[in-house]
């Protein structure tokens, strides 16, 4: 397979349109670990229908084209494939029920020379399919290993987030149990390699992993607990780096730094203290 800048960058992915409801809303904030542990009484808003909010990085699983990558004719050798960034901005609160329409394209496909393979950048734009509104606009950043040398535009270096040199202003522990990934993937990502042990091992883990997308709702739990008294319309953008797998059962701790409205956080896996999320950045609405 081989990777042709020009064939992606016009590559149409169809629009997806999903009709979902509180229980849907509910299942995913189960799926992150929500009302496990001390927090579990004020994450009543996330998994009760009384006063119900919906979590923002929702966003992320809602009218989901599908593995366009290894449906479409894309030259990516899926198989190899690794998520490596996600971003999320949320230009209204999410409903906690509704119908959504996603429109995707992909925006950006990077080479990173020979053996050191490519970056394709996919975009998004969550509408709401009654009033057209825009909801949010979902980014994610797909490493794609040993694909590199296919030549395209240069691009400047960028940075990382960079978090700040000192010791976090909040930290918050988050409890995700071993049903974790069982119940996520009933929100949509139905990768066997978060249940099927036989794929979990012939893709080099011990067991099944739990999703990134996971991983990075956990964060938005611990920055809705941490920074935003569990205030989710509180959340305007958020961006992640995967940096590492982790295991359903597995202890989060996110550190957070605030300086004033920007948020800076990283998240450990607690017992092998193993950074899963880095270089995080969020955006908090006045």
Same mark, same amino acid.
């Given at each position: 397979?081989? $990777?042709?800048?020009?064939?992606?960058?016009?590559?149409?992915?169809?629009?997806?349109? =999903?009709?979902?409801?509180?229980?849907?809303?509910?299942?995913? /904030?189960?799926?992150?670990?929500?009302?496990?542990?001390?927090?579990?009484?004020?994450?009543?808003?996330?998994?009760?229908?009384?006063?119900?909010?919906?979590?923002?990085?929702?966003?992320?699983?809602?009218?989901?084209?599908?593995?366009?990558?290894?449906?479409?004719?894309?030259?990516?050798?899926?198989?190899?494939?690794?998520?490596?960034? =996600?971003?999320?901005?949320?230009?209204?609160?999410?409903?906690?029920?509704?119908?959504?329409?996603?429109?995707?394209?992909?925006?950006?496909?990077?080479?990173?020379?020979?053996?050191? @393979?490519?970056?394709?950048? #996919?975009?998004?734009?969550?509408?709401?399919?009654?009033? #057209?509104?825009?909801?949010?606009?979902?980014?994610?950043?797909?490493?794609?290993?040993?694909? &590199? @040398?296919?030549?395209?535009?240069?691009?400047?270096?960028?940075?990382?987030?960079?978090?700040?040199?000192?010791? /976090?202003? +909040? #930290?918050?522990?988050?409890?995700?149990?071993? =049903? #974790?990934?069982?119940?996520?993937?009933?929100?949509?990502?139905?990768?066997?390699?978060?249940?099927?042990?036989?794929?979990?091992?012939?893709?080099?883990?011990?067991?099944?992993?739990?999703?990134?997308? &996971?991983?990075?709702?956990?964060?938005?739990?611990?920055?809705?607990?941490?920074?935003?008294?569990?205030?989710?319309? *509180?959340?305007?953008?958020?961006?992640?780096?995967?940096?590492?797998? +982790?295991?359903?059962?597995?202890?989060?701790?996110?550190?957070?730094?605030?300086? *004033?409205?920007?948020?800076?956080?990283?998240?450990?896996?607690?017992?092998?203290?193993? $950074?899963?999320?880095?270089?995080? *950045?969020?955006?908090?609405?006045?």
């Amino acid at each position: 397979m081989a $990777i042709n800048f020009d064939h992606l960058m016009s590559l149409k992915i169809p629009d997806a349109t =999903q009709t979902y409801t509180r229980h849907d809303s509910i299942l995913y /904030a189960l799926g992150l670990g929500c009302g496990l542990g001390p927090s579990a009484d004020d994450e009543l808003t996330f998994v009760y229908e009384e006063n119900q909010q919906a979590i923002p990085t929702m966003a992320g699983v809602l009218a989901h084209p599908g593995f366009w990558i290894r449906d479409l004719d894309t030259g990516i050798d899926w198989v190899r494939v690794v998520h490596g960034e =996600q971003t999320l901005e949320m230009h209204a609160p999410l409903p906690v029920e509704g119908t959504v329409v996603g429109k995707n394209k992909v925006v950006d496909v990077i080479d990173k020379g020979e053996g050191g @393979g490519a970056l394709v950048a #996919s975009e998004r734009k969550l509408f709401d399919a009654a009033t #057209s509104e825009l909801i949010a606009t979902v980014g994610q950043v797909t490493f794609c290993r040993g694909q &590199g @040398g296919f030549g395209g535009p240069e691009r400047p270096k960028t940075q990382p987030h960079t978090i700040p040199d000192r010791a /976090a202003d +909040v #930290s918050v522990t988050l409890e995700t149990s071993q =049903q #974790s990934a069982l119940i996520y993937r009933l929100s949509g990502d139905f990768n066997p390699l978060h249940a099927d042990p036989k794929v979990a091992k012939a893709a080099g883990f011990d067991r099944p992993i739990y999703h990134g997308l &996971g991983t990075y709702g956990v964060a938005a739990r611990a920055i809705l607990q941490g920074a935003c008294g569990f205030d989710a319309a *509180k959340i305007r953008v958020m961006n992640a780096r995967f940096t590492a797998p +982790v295991f359903p059962g597995e202890t989060f701790l996110t550190e957070i730094w605030r300086d *004033k409205n920007e948020i800076s956080y990283r998240v450990r896996c607690g017992e092998r203290d193993l $950074i899963a999320i880095n270089n995080g *950045k969020v955006i908090l609405n006045d």
